[in-house]
T-cell receptor, first 113, second 115 residues
């Protein structure tokens, strides 16, 4: 696969603060990226996606930033809530030429009430 | 309503005893995936089907096999589970989102324990 799983980095934030979660992807040719949220014992859930022709995309309380120069993605969560506590993964793919989606090392987010 | 359903949710097997995990989807998606996720790690792609075409990842051990008898169902067969195969196994399907992008929809996973 494109990326190697490593033990999770962790991030703790106070409720109401903003969170920033980072991800380094591995394939400079990847042109589509997705952020997933995974709660304990569940499958990953889609949060937001971005194509490589964009550098920013906003959703409800979430923003994804893409820096292709350094192969870096970030997920910003505004006004973090206890329900946001989960593991967050980014995934990369070549949208038009491949079907494989590869996941980067996740980040475990804990929101402190 | 669950759209990607995995069974069983929990599977306990003995070392070397074959196991089959199943995945069904109601989305009519043509691509189905199997991922292995070990504790505190990212999901690792094992293989995927594009329609009936099987695509194996280069580093997927031969111990892992898959079958897709029809669009709705896909199976993961572990021929001789070892202790290192204990993991969550995630099934996913691929479809198109509102913006025409490709989104993976995951099942809840099957957690395999090997004794």
């Amino acid at each position: 696969g494109e990326s190697v799983g490593l033990h999770l980095p962790t991030l703790s934030v106070q409720e109401g603060d903003n969170s920033i979660i980072n991800c380094a992807y591995s394939n400079s040719a990847s042109d589509y990226f997705i952020w997933y949220k995974q709660e304990s014992g569940k499958g990953p859930q889609f949060i937001i996606d971005i194509r490589s022709n964009m550098d920013k995309r906003q959703g409800q309380r979430v923003t994804v930033l893409l820096n292709k120069t350094v192969k870096h993605l970030s997920l910003q969560i505004a006004a973090t809530q206890p329900g946001d506590s989960a593991v967050y993964f980014c995934a990369e793919t070549l949208m038009n030429t491949g079907n494989q989606f590869y996941f980067g090392t996740g980040t475990s987010l804990t929101v402190i009430p | 309503d669950a759209m990607v359903i995995q069974n069983p949710r929990y599977q306990v097997t003995q070392f070397g005893k074959p196991v089959t995990l199943s995945c069904s989807q109601t989305l009519n998606h043509n691509v189905m995936y199997w991922y292995q996720q070990k504790s505190s790690q990212a999901p690792k792609l094992l293989f995927h089907y594009y329609d009936k075409d099987f695509n194996n990842e280069a580093d997927t051990p031969d111990n892992f096999q898959s079958r897709r008898p029809n669009t709705s169902f896909c199976f993961l067969d572990i021929r001789s589970p070892g202790l290192g195969d204990a993991a969550m196994y995630l099934c996913a399907t691929r479809g198109r989102g509102v913006a025409g992008a490709n989104v993976l929809t995951f099942g809840a996973g099957s957690r395999l324990t090997v004794l």
